[in-house]
Nanobody
């Protein structure tokens, strides 16, 4: 059974930092692009960041570029999202996902986690 499990969400003040983790089990995910998406209340889910299979290439939404960093440890089947200089508009449920082909297109992601809540207070 394939599972992606996110952790690390919580409540933080504006300007603070959080580090999300997404552990994968049931399959070796080194062949998969790994991504992070988020969904704020009343909004559609949107792309946040993605990382290539080797970790050598990263992709970011303009809204998080320079503040968020995605990384992966293939030996641990885990992907991370370091979030710095957080803003209230970063408040959302954050989902990790895995895809054989996609980077930004969420419809092409094959596996999804259950999500972790990030709340940034002003």
């Amino acid at each position: 059974q394939v599972q992606l499990v996110e952790s690390g969400g919580g409540l933080v003040q504006a300007g603070g930092s959080l580090r999300l983790s997404c552990a994968a089990s049931g399959r070796t995910f080194s062949r998969y692009v790994r991504g992070w998406f988020r969904q704020a209340p009343g909004k559609e889910r949107e792309f946040v960041a993605a990382i290539s299979r080797s970790g050598g290439t990263t992709y970011y939404a303009d809204s998080v570029k320079g503040r968020f960093t995605i990384s992966r440890d293939n030996a641990k089947n885990t992907v991370y999202l370091q979030m710095n200089s957080l803003k209230p508009e970063d408040t959302a449920v954050y989902y990790c996902a895995a895809s054989l082909i996609a980077t930004r297109g969420q419809n092409e992601y094959d596996y999804w986690g259950q999500g972790t809540q990030v709340t940034v207070s002003s």
